[in-house]
């Protein structure tokens, strides 16, 4: 819970991490390339104060994560969404087990998600079964860049991957969470283009699909989408951070988001450990558009709690305190008179 | 002496044609020229990009673009992209020139035409927004709809038009002074009262560039501090930091 000028805030980190990436796990290059490649994300877009040593950022433990979220982060609850990245790391980039051995020990906190890989064709479609059942699971994660021996990337509308959310259907994995990288076969064509989004969010209108970092760098292509397909939300992973360093460019993804999508369909996250949530937190509750930036009118009271937890803790059925329900006649419109007096 | 620094400079400017078509800016302003020099009459150019996992198709198409102006000049020419994920194999397709399937084998279907397109044709979007909205900000008395009767000879002489020009030659469509400016990629103009649709669809394209761009001179600068003074920002952007 975080409170300011006398109101609260529940708060769901909807994208976390629990990742080694320690020379002694890194399978080649690419696992060193791949962690300092997130290093510089870090030390690029973090306040000077939350920098973290580099040995530090390479494994984060357990420990570490309850305290940076729960203990000094405001966080409420968070859900974990794995990447493995088995060709890169010899154990694995998200720690399955850790992660979900903590999840198991503080169930009203954390919700573990895993991941799924369609190449693995019906062995991977069995495993998902088991998976569900071992894990409960409510959500899923996938990196379409994930290597797979010769193959850099697969496609969410590919027939292998329609099998496996058809599964995800048939045993209750409602929510799928989509992080697009810099790879994919044919490489002709552009990798973070979000239009197999698209086709999945129709075949599957039981179905979440959160894209991850709305879509960057492709916000345009996401919004398109996104307006027309009602499962469609936005993760706000990578995005973020750009509320520190870059404050005008926050201000127009957001302001785009809530004109294309609305305001029940943006998740915060702090896609820990490439950032942490305290400062996060502080900074969008602290938020306001430019007042230069006319087209996008005030960000609401009632929006930056929705965005800030109600949103995901509907989409996760988690129990929501009483003291974070808002008031029955509390929608968008009646914020923004409320922000005004609360000022 | 004086022929080598001619040389260096002349490639300068032949790498400043290079355009990263993702971000729409040139290589040289984005500092993604490392160094260029002359050994033994082969010019060596190496470049960098912001990470490691920058996309190889982008990564491939700026290098070999890079090759081709600068073979231009009539010199041998080695490129060589530092630092990437596929660097060897991408250093290897270049020194051979094995074109983009020669390079990618098997993960690459015909060619990257079709994704420079797309990029050509995000670009220009981008630009049209750019100046339509310095256009509206100048006519306070205009509606969004009205931009419809916007034309090109309308709009001020500078570099935002100029940009736009070139964007629009670029994807093929034509500059005359009363073509008009809110055009779909095929150049032809929406009715009014889809304009104000079009132009939000134009910003969050411009918004998406403009950021992305911003964002990858910063990663650039934390990952190799000295890129600082190689950067150039673009002339003709709103402010988005």
Same mark, same amino acid.
């Given at each position: 819970?975080?409170?300011?000028?006398?109101?609260?805030?529940?708060?769901?980190?909807?994208?976390?991490?629990?990742?080694?990436?320690?020379?002694?796990?890194?399978?080649?290059?690419?696992?060193?390339?791949?962690?300092?490649?997130?290093?510089?994300?870090?030390?690029?877009?973090?306040?000077?104060?939350?920098?973290?040593?580099?040995?530090?950022?390479?494994?984060?433990?357990?420990?570490?994560?309850?305290?940076?979220?729960?203990?000094?982060?405001?966080?409420?609850?968070?859900?974990?969404?794995?990447? !493995?990245?088995?060709?890169?790391?010899?154990?694995?980039?998200?720690?399955?087990?850790?992660?979900?051995?903590?999840?198991?020990?503080?169930?009203?906190?954390?919700?573990?998600?895993?991941? /799924?890989?369609?190449?693995?064709?019906?062995?991977? !479609?069995?495993?998902?079964?088991?998976?569900?059942?071992?894990?409960?699971?409510?959500?899923?994660?996938?990196?379409?860049?994930?290597?797979?021996?010769?193959?850099?990337?697969?496609?969410?509308?590919?027939?292998?991957?329609?099998?496996?959310?058809?599964?995800?259907?048939?045993?209750?994995?409602?929510?799928?969470?989509?992080?697009?990288?810099?790879?994919?076969?044919?490489?002709d064509r552009d990798?973070f283009d979000v239009a197999?989004?698209d086709?999945?969010?129709?075949?599957?209108?039981?179905?979440?699909?959160?894209?991850?970092?709305?879509g960057?760098p492709r916000l345009e292509d996401f919004c398109w989408i996104?307006t027309q397909?009602?499962?469609?939300?936005?993760?706000?992973?990578?995005?973020?951070?750009?509320?520190?360093?870059?404050?005008?460019?926050?201000?127009?993804?957001?302001?785009?988001?809530?004109?294309w999508?609305?305001?029940?369909?943006?998740?915060?996250?702090?896609?820990?450990?490439? /950032?942490?949530?305290?400062?996060?937190?502080?900074?969008?509750?602290?938020?306001?558009?430019?007042?230069?930036?006319?087209?996008?009118?005030? !960000?609401?009271?009632?929006?930056?709690?929705?965005?800030?937890?109600?949103?995901?803790?509907?989409?996760?059925?988690?129990?929501?305190?009483?003291?974070?329900?808002?008031?029955?006649?509390?929608?968008?419109?009646?914020?923004?008179?409320?922000?005004?007096?609360?000022? | 002496?004086?022929?080598?620094?001619?040389?260096?400079?002349?490639?300068?400017?032949?790498?400043?044609?290079?355009i990263?078509p993702e971000l729409d800016?040139?290589?040289?302003?984005?500092?993604?020229?490392?160094?260029?020099?002359?050994?033994?009459?082969?010019?060596?150019?190496?470049?960098?990009?912001?990470?490691?996992?920058?996309?190889?198709?982008f990564?491939?198409l700026?290098?070999?673009?890079?090759?081709?102006?600068?073979?231009?000049?009539?010199?041998?020419?080695?490129?060589?992209?530092?630092?990437?994920?596929?660097?060897?194999?991408?250093?290897?397709?270049?020194?051979?020139?094995?074109?983009?399937?020669?390079?990618?084998?098997?993960?690459?279907?015909?060619d990257l035409e079709q994704l420079r397109r797309t990029f050509q044709r995000k670009a220009h979007t981008a630009a049209m927004e750019r100046v339509l909205v310095?256009?509206?900000?100048?006519?306070?008395?205009?509606?969004?709809?009205?931009l419809h009767?916007v034309v090109l000879?309308?709009l001020?002489?500078?570099?935002a038009t100029?940009a736009l020009v070139c964007r629009r030659q670029a994807i093929g469509l034509p500059t005359g002074?009363h073509e008009p400016v809110l055009v779909d990629d095929a150049g032809e103009p929406y009715p009014p009262e889809e304009v104000p649709l079009r132009l939000r669809l134009a910003r969050s394209v411009r918004v998406s560039i403009d950021?992305?761009?911003?964002?990858?001179?910063?990663?650039?600068?934390?990952?190799?501090?000295?890129?600082?003074?190689?950067?150039?920002?673009?002339?003709?952007?709103?402010?988005?930091?």
């Amino acid at each position: 819970m975080y409170t300011k000028d006398g109101e609260n805030y529940f708060i769901v980190d909807a994208h976390i991490a629990l990742w080694d990436a320690r020379p002694e796990n890194q399978r080649n290059i690419h696992g060193k390339q791949f962690i300092d490649c997130f290093y510089d994300y870090h030390r690029n877009l973090s306040p000077e104060s939350e920098v973290w040593p580099y040995e530090d950022y390479l494994y984060q433990g357990g420990e570490r994560l309850m305290r940076d979220l729960f203990t000094d982060g405001y966080v409420d609850h968070a859900i974990f969404q794995p990447a !493995l990245l088995s060709a890169f790391y010899t154990n694995g980039f998200g720690q399955t087990e850790e992660a979900f051995a903590l999840a198991q020990q503080h169930p009203d906190k954390l919700t573990y998600n895993h991941c /799924w890989d369609p190449r693995f064709e019906q062995a991977g !479609l069995d495993q998902l079964t088991r998976d569900a059942e071992r894990f409960g699971l409510k959500g899923i994660k996938l990196y379409t860049a994930e290597w797979q021996g010769d193959s850099r990337g697969y496609k969410l509308d590919d027939p292998w991957s329609m099998r496996y959310l058809e599964r995800c259907q048939e045993l209750g994995i409602r929510n799928i969470h989509i992080h697009k990288g810099p790879t994919i076969r044919p490489l002709d064509r552009d990798a973070f283009d979000v239009a197999d989004v698209d086709k999945v969010a129709t075949d599957f209108p039981d179905l979440n699909f959160v894209v991850e970092h709305c879509g960057l760098p492709r916000l345009e292509d996401f919004c398109w989408i996104a307006t027309q397909e009602p499962n469609v939300h936005a993760g706000l992973a990578v995005a973020m951070p750009f509320i520190h360093t870059r404050p005008r460019y926050f201000a127009q993804i957001i302001g785009e988001l809530l004109y294309w999508l609305d305001e029940d369909r943006i998740q915060f996250s702090s896609d820990y450990a490439i /950032w942490t949530p305290k400062w996060l937190v502080e900074k969008f509750v602290d938020f306001q558009f430019p007042e230069d930036m006319t087209e996008y009118g005030e !960000l609401t009271t009632a929006q930056k709690r929705k965005i800030l937890g109600l949103n995901a803790a509907r989409m996760y059925d988690l129990d929501v305190p009483e003291w974070a329900v808002p008031p029955a006649d509390e929608d968008a419109t009646e914020g923004k008179t409320e922000s005004v007096a609360v000022g | 002496m004086r022929t080598t620094d001619e040389l260096l400079e002349k490639a300068r400017q032949a790498l400043g044609r290079v355009i990263d078509p993702e971000l729409d800016e040139p290589i040289t302003d984005l500092g993604f020229v490392r160094s260029m020099d002359l050994v033994d009459g082969e010019l060596v150019v190496h470049l960098r990009l912001p990470t490691s996992f920058c996309a190889p198709n982008f990564a491939y198409l700026m290098a070999s673009d890079a090759k081709d102006v600068l073979t231009e000049l009539g010199t041998r020419v080695t490129v060589l992209l530092d630092d990437h994920h596929d660097s060897e194999l991408i250093n290897r397709g270049l020194a051979a020139d094995a074109g983009y399937r020669g390079t990618f084998g098997p993960e690459a279907d015909e060619d990257l035409e079709q994704l420079r397109r797309t990029f050509q044709r995000k670009a220009h979007t981008a630009a049209m927004e750019r100046v339509l909205v310095r256009y509206l900000r100048a006519h306070d008395e205009l509606a969004e709809e009205q931009l419809h009767a916007v034309v090109l000879g309308d709009l001020p002489g500078d570099d935002a038009t100029r940009a736009l020009v070139c964007r629009r030659q670029a994807i093929g469509l034509p500059t005359g002074r009363h073509e008009p400016v809110l055009v779909d990629d095929a150049g032809e103009p929406y009715p009014p009262e889809e304009v104000p649709l079009r132009l939000r669809l134009a910003r969050s394209v411009r918004v998406s560039i403009d950021g992305n761009a911003h964002f990858c001179r910063g990663l650039l600068r934390t990952r190799y501090p000295d890129s600082a003074a190689d950067q150039a920002p673009r002339a003709f952007q709103e402010k988005v930091s």
